[in-house]
T-cell receptor, first 109, second 115 residues
Framework: DAKTTQPPSMDCAEGRAANLPCNHS???????VYWYRQIHSQGPQYIIH???NNETNEMASLIITEDRKSSTLILPHATLRDTAVYYC??????????FGPGTRLSVLP | DTEVTQTPKHLVMGMTNKKSLKCEQH?????MYWYKQKAKKPPELMFV???????INESVPSRFSPECPNSSLLNLHLHALQPEDSALYLC??????????????FGPGTRLTVT
């Protein structure tokens, strides 16, 4: 079973920041938080991962709370092409990636 | 280059046919994966290969037979499938299976229809 809880859907206006929350209250000390997204009928795309510290790359920022029980993926300036299902996954080394239902993000013009 | 390629893109097969799906990566990754994704559902892991050896089989029926001929190639041989096996089949790879964060990179998938 997935170890994360995400809202089933969210809307965001084009050009605004999209903030996608993820709850992982049972996360253990060695487990990483990963984010993937899947645009309709394509393979999942890796976005970012982190352990404790906030992370940023060219696609997004990942903010992990100090107690590590939740995180937020931030897309700073959402575009229509960011419309996708976003998956938050918690995983330790050598464990399988278990995908939950994810959040369906709709970016609206 | 973070590309995983899969062929064919689409496949229609009868229940008595034998077919194969192919996956290839040239990133030097030593772990490769097969996932199955039904419509409107998340991907589900089927098999994991680590250093060309089968490490995980998630209780997949024997009509699905994986093969890893070398570190760059992963095949999924299909035989006597059922209509409920119709799905998107995704291949992924990562640097390793254990020993690090090892994010996975996915191919575009093969959409399989069993008639």
């Amino acid at each position: 079973d997935a170890k994360t809880t995400q809202p089933p859907s969210m809307d965001c206006a084009e050009g605004r920041a999209a903030n996608l929350p993820c709850n992982h209250s049972t996360i253990s000390g060695n487990e990483y938080v990963y984010w993937y997204r899947q645009i309709h009928s394509q393979g999942p795309q890796y976005i970012i991962h982190g352990l404790k510290n906030n992370e940023t790359n060219e696609m997004a920022s990942l903010i992990i709370t100090e107690d590590r029980k939740s995180s937020t993926l931030i897309l700073p300036h959402a575009t229509l092409r960011d419309t996708a299902v976003y998956y938050c996954i918690v995983r330790n080394y050598g464990q399988n990636f278990v995908f939950g239902p994810g959040t369906r993000l709709s970016v609206l013009p | 280059d973070t590309e995983v390629t899969q062929t064919p893109k689409h496949l229609v097969m009868g229940m008595t046919n034998k077919k194969s799906l192919k996956c290839e990566q040239h990133m030097g990754h030593r772990a490769m994966y097969w996932y199955k994704q039904k419509a409107k559902k998340p991907p589900e892991l089927m098999f994991v290969y680590s250093y060309e050896k089968l490490s995980i089989n998630e209780s997949v029926p024997s009509r699905f037979s994986p093969e890893c001929p070398n570190s760059s190639l992963l095949n999924l041989h299909l035989h006597a499938l059922q209509p409920e096996d119709s799905a998107l089949y995704l291949c992924a790879s990562s640097l390793e299976f254990t020993g690090g964060p090892n994010e996975q990179y996915f191919g575009p998938g093969t959409r399989l229809t069993v008639t």
